[in-house]
């Protein structure tokens, strides 16, 4: 089955300085990645996902994110950051032939004035 | 873009009762829903998957008895959550796929339904 690891709780950064957010994943075959955003009590948004093609995939808000097959990474990159940008973030995987996605464990991002 | 409503988005019950939440896909035809469980500050964890029409297909323990899945149509499944108990309380939040898109980033998520019991 597929799984995906955040190896952070919580990220920090100041407001315009750059920022990751860690993901590695683990799948059999190749993999579908996906990154999602939360809200306070909202629902989960989408924000960027990797099938296939180039390994580095822009997505909305300016965040884009780095496919890694020899790392199985799929970290989350934003140039500047934004106070905006705090939230909950996700990473999520799906394998090719199967229905469910399962997400990783969430990365709080905070950014600070 | 595709919208995914929730009904209701709080609920707070005693304990004992049984408490039912809708998820709508409002402007397309979802084949497969997901439910999914959110504690406080942890992931996602997926409950169940329906398709519509079909029984649901329940994750390693949960229990399919105290959580009801209804997929009657393509637009609306419910979660029954039966003789709810506080250990119920949580966060669920309802995803749907659209069966008239094939892009595969195409499972929507609902606002999320915050249940309290007391």
């Known amino acids: 089955a597929q799984s995906v690891a955040q190896p952070e709780d919580q990220v920090n950064v100041a407001e315009g300085n750059p920022l990751t957010v860690k993901c590695t994943y683990s799948?059999?075959?190749?993999?579908?990645l996906f990154w999602y955003v939360q809200y306070p009590n909202r629902g989960l948004q989408f924000l960027l996902k990797?099938?296939?093609?180039?390994?580095l995939v822009k997505g909305s808000y300016g965040f884009e994110a780095e496919f890694n097959k020899s790392q199985t990474s799929f970290h989350l990159k934003k140039p500047s950051a934004l106070v905006s940008d705090s939230a909950l973030y996700f990473c999520?995987?799906?394998?090719?032939?199967?229905?469910?996605?399962?997400f990783g464990a969430g990365t709080r991002l905070t950014v600070k004035p | 873009g595709a919208v995914v409503s929730q009904h209701p988005s709080w609920v707070i019950c005693k304990s004992g009762t049984s408490v039912k939440i809708e998820c709508r896909s409002l402007?397309?035809?979802?084949?497969?829903m997901f439910w999914y469980r959110q504690f406080p500050k942890q992931s996602l964890m997926l409950m169940a998957t329906?398709?519509?029409?079909?029984?649901?297909?329940?994750e390693q323990g949960v229990e399919k008895d105290k959580f009801l899945i209804n997929h009657a149509s393509l637009t609306l499944s419910t979660l029954t959550v039966t003789s709810a108990h506080p250990e119920d309380s949580s966060f669920y939040i309802c995803?749907?796929?659209?069966?008239?898109?094939?892009?595969?980033?195409?499972?929507?998520f609902g606002p999320g339904t915050r249940l309290l019991v007391l």
């Open positions: 995803s749907a796929r659209d069966r008239g898109n094939r892009r595969v980033e195409t499972q929507y």
């Open positions: 799948v059999s075959g190749n993999p579908y």
């Open positions: 990797y099938i296939t093609g180039d390994n």
């Open positions: 999520a995987v799906r394998a090719i032939n199967n229905n469910d996605m399962r």
């Open positions: 402007d397309f035809q979802a084949t497969t």
């Open positions: 329906s398709n519509e029409g079909s029984k649901a297909t329940y």
